[in-house]
């Protein structure tokens, strides 16, 4: 009888250390799973920190000018392409705001719509006859003379803040 209890009490014993165990081992793996997640998470928040650095890069206005500058083309034209391709640019990215926080992803949205109004607001002041070089070239005075031309800089350091956070 004696044998039997103390075979019983081991036994016992034995399955609450095993339960324990596997509890521990539930947890654990639980938690790395979470740490994996949570990686995981930053990983797509960052991917969308640069895709939206390159966004800004791309619809800034200097270098939209310099990649889409055409001479041959008149203002209206070259009003049309350069706000085309922000547009296009824009939309192309748009799933990324669910990566960023509310103030990043409005910063980019407020950079496309000050361009487009840039640009849209100096195409309509030249005459019916401008070339589009000279809507550039309104464009670049702009850039010059206005501290609202170089907001691409100031969302693009925003955004390299934001992404800097998570690491």
């Known amino acids: 009888m004696l044998d039997t209890t103390i075979a019983l009490t081991v036994l016992i014993g034995c ?32 991917q969308a920190y640069e ?26 034209d070259m009003q049309h392409l350069l706000t085309h391709n922000i547009r296009e ?8 705001q669910i990566y960023v926080t509310p103030a990043a992803w409005n910063a980019v949205k407020n950079l496309k719509e000050q361009n487009l109004l840039a640009i849209n607001q100096l195409a309509s002041s030249l005459p019916p006859n401008a070339t589009g070089k000279d809507l550039n070239k309104r464009l670049i005075e702009y850039l010059m003379n206005d501290k609202r031309g170089a907001l691409h800089e100031v969302v693009a350091e925003a955004l390299s803040y934001e992404a800097k956070k998570l690491l």
């Open 51 to 76: 895709r939206l650095t390159l966004l800004v890069e791309r619809i800034a206005l200097p270098n939209l000018i310099s990649r889409l500058s055409q001479n041959e083309l008149s203002a209206r």
């Open 89 to 96: 640019e824009f939309e192309y990215n748009i799933t990324q």
């Open 15 to 46: 399955m609450i250390a095993a339960l324990l165990g596997y509890l521990f081992y539930l947890q654990r793996k639980a938690k790395v799973e979470e740490q994996q997640k949570v990686q995981g998470s930053q990983q797509l928040q960052l």
